[in-house]
């Protein structure tokens, strides 16, 4: 497992101080990089291992402002639809390579496509037809339980229901998510802590691009 060598480690953390609640846990998350900083718009979920009731599927938007896409890192549970508006006032397109959801939006203003629905979990990462250095990351989860970490590092899961979890870390530039750390939610148990040590990942300059073709042409 070579994440654990290099990228990756996780520690249990003593539990906080906030209130018990038998029916309904939280769970708060630190992501640091390897010398002990903390990584903001770090993506966290937690994977119940029994199914958790399906809900209305719902809507999450990445808008485009000033030739970027806001926001940059974004995480959705499978099923969800994903809005892609352009509030600049040139065209932009979208588009996406990534096995779990292959997609173009052709060169559009304003909001005329319908939003694309995310129905298989895993790394989507997007870009521009025109403006190279626009992209975007969407991490879809197979899970209601996710967050994105802050300026601290930090992210609060709530309303974990009891049962085992499976609890991931990523951040941009990793090609996967982070091994899990298993970590058991009981009846009456008090909020627990994880600590993730990831390897920072780059952020690239330019969006995907096609095997064998530029961002240009790969359309
Ligand atoms: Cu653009």
Known sequence: MRWAATAWAAVSIAASTMPICAAAATLRIRVLDLAGRPLKDAVVYAVPDSPVPSTKPRTAIIDQVHRQFAPQVNVVQVGTYVDFPNSDNILHSVYSFSPAKTFVLRLYAGRTEPPIR???????????????????????????????????????????????????????????????????????????????????????????????????HGM
């Open 118 to 216: 995310f129905d298989k979990p895993g790394i989507v990462v997007m870009g521009c037809q025109i403006h190279d250095s626009m992209i975007a990351w969407l991490l879809v989860v197979n899970t209601p339980y996710f967050g994105k970490t802050g300026a601290d590092g930090s992210v609060v899961l709530r309303h974990l229901r009891v049962g085992h979890y499976r609890v991931h870390a990523w951040d941009v530039g990793m090609r996967k998510a982070s091994p899990p750390h298993n970590l058991p939610i009981v009846a009456g148990a008090p909020p627990r802590q994880i600590t993730f040590r990831l390897k920072a990942g780059r952020m690239p300059q330019h969006g995907p691009t096609m095997p064998g073709m530029s961002a240009h």
